[in-house]
């Protein structure tokens, strides 16, 4: 078993990679290609288990893009007010006293701690954003990252927060310190992203916001949302656990030549649980993020391979990726050219949509056919 000290450690080496992926990509919305095409999402409006789904989710042919039909934030309705001041106390272990919250900054590199604060209902006090977050109620905020994801301590000061929230996945480490060296209370939370821990990170952001009301709502809410996905999902799951689709998450940064495929503890294997399938990564003894060999895929032979939208783009679409990954082209999902990709910042940011993610997902493992999948060519970007 991973012990936490191994998987903190897995946890950073996958955030350090996030932050290549996402540098130099425009943030995608959930409903668009690479290159800014609209993806419909025909059949999004019928409940999961109502849908036509494929009498072997292992044998489907050809790729197809999960989005989201609806790509706005649950967000929790309380009056209940910042219970400020308050001192809290991050997973740094540093002490940190909070007297305002009038003006919140939370930066990370998926997004996802803007989308829990927004969530909590406190959006309209959110003063900027990283460049992850992406959806559209904070698209308007000025942006502190520079370069990608390069967080700018300047920017930061320049907005006067009250509290900064982060998870140190942004950086240079000198910035939060010059925060902190400037009196900006800056609170540390978990870094580690997967469906089981979601609450765990809406109880962090929320105590240090001094609304553990809110938390519970939240929670509540995403609990209820996720179990009536999972059980939808769970009737459609073969009861022999060989007829499941084994699935891998790749990596891909085609810019940099760079192919690692994504194991236990990475956030990707609680993703690929959460619909349904088998990972493969973890039945072969793959931890953490590693770049992948021939015998590892061959050894995996995964049904359906996981990418992030952006990152198939800079491959050359599913027949670049083919192309550059031979092995690849040998497996099932291969042959069968089975490559699912979502939208960089939503497929492992988990947070407040991580059940409208986890359906979207399984809408593309076992429902293809509800959807329009874009043309490889419209998924063919510039390795930028």
């Known amino acids: 078993m991973t012990t936490r000290p191994i998987?903190?450690?897995?946890?950073?080496?996958?955030?350090?990679?996030?932050?290549?992926?996402?540098?130099?990509?425009?943030?995608?919305?959930?409903?668009?290609?690479?290159?800014?095409a609209e993806v419909q999402c025909p059949g999004s409006e019928t409940a999961f288990d109502r849908l036509a789904l494929a009498d072997d989710a292992r044998a489907i042919d050809g790729p197809s893009t999960a989005c989201l039909a609806d790509t706005s934030l649950p967000i929790v309705a309380s009056d209940e007010a910042s219970a400020v001041p308050l001192t809290v106390t991050g997973v740094d272990g540093v002490e940190v006293t909070v007297d305002s919250t009038e003006r919140i900054l939370p930066l990370d590199i998926t997004g996802t701690i803007a989308a829990t604060v927004f969530s909590l209902g406190l959006g309209d006090q959110v003063v900027g954003r990283d460049s992850s977050t992406g959806f559209a109620e904070a698209a308007d905020l000025p942006e502190v990252t520079q370069e990608g994801h390069t967080l700018s301590a300047e920017?930061?000061?320049?907005?006067?927060?009250?509290?900064?929230?982060?998870?140190?996945?942004?950086?240079?480490?000198?910035?939060?310190?010059?925060?902190?060296?400037?009196?900006?209370?800056?609170?540390?939370v978990t870094k580690e992203r997967s469906v089981e821990n979601v609450g765990e990170l809406v109880d962090q952001v929320a105590a240090a916001l001094g609304v553990t009301e809110r938390a519970e709502l939240l929670k509540d809410a995403i609990g209820t949302d996720l179990d009536r996905v999972t059980t939808a999902i769970d009737a459609a799951i073969p009861t022999d656990p060989a007829d499941r689709p084994?699935?891998?998450?790749?990596?891909?940064?085609?810019?940099?030549?760079?192919?690692?495929?994504?194991?236990?503890?990475?956030?990707?294997?609680?993703?690929?649980?959460?619909?349904?399938?088998?990972?493969?990564?973890?039945?072969?003894?793959?931890e953490g993020m590693r770049p992948v060999t021939a015998e590892a895929l061959v050894q995996a032979a995964p049904d359906v391979v996981l990418?992030?939208?952006?990152?198939?783009?800079?491959?050359?679409?599913?027949?670049?990726?083919?192309?550059?990954?031979p092995a690849l082209a040998a497996t099932p999902a291969g042959e069968h050219r089975r490559i699912?990709?979502?939208?960089?910042?939503?497929?492992?940011?988990?947070?407040?949509?991580?059940?409208?993610?986890?359906?979207?997902?399984?809408?593309?493992?076992?429902?293809?056919?509800?959807?329009?999948?874009?043309?490889?060519d419209a998924k063919t970007g510039t390795d930028g």
Request: charged share 15%; aromatic share 4%; glycine share 12%.
């Open 7 to 36: 998987a903190r450690a897995i946890s950073t080496a996958v955030a350090a990679l996030l932050a290549l992926a996402l540098t130099g990509c425009a943030t995608s919305s959930a409903a668009e290609t690479s290159t800014g």
């Open 155 to 188: 920017a930061v000061l320049a907005l006067d927060p009250t509290v900064v929230i982060t998870d140190t996945t942004l950086g240079p480490r000198d910035a939060l310190a010059q925060l902190r060296d400037a009196g900006v209370p800056v609170v540390i």
């Open 246 to 286: 084994r699935m891998i998450f790749l990596y891909v940064r085609g810019s940099a030549n760079v192919y690692y495929l994504f194991g236990e503890e990475s956030g990707a294997d609680s993703l690929i649980e959460a619909v349904g399938g088998v990972d493969v990564a973890g039945e072969i003894g793959w």
């Open 307 to 325: 990418v992030m939208t952006e990152g198939l783009a800079s491959a050359g679409g599913v027949d670049g990726l083919l192309e550059r990954l």
């Open 340 to 376: 699912i990709d979502m939208a960089d910042t939503e497929i492992l940011g988990f947070g407040p949509r991580t059940p409208v993610v986890v359906d979207a997902l399984a809408r593309a493992v076992y429902a293809p056919g509800t959807l329009e999948t874009p043309a490889d």
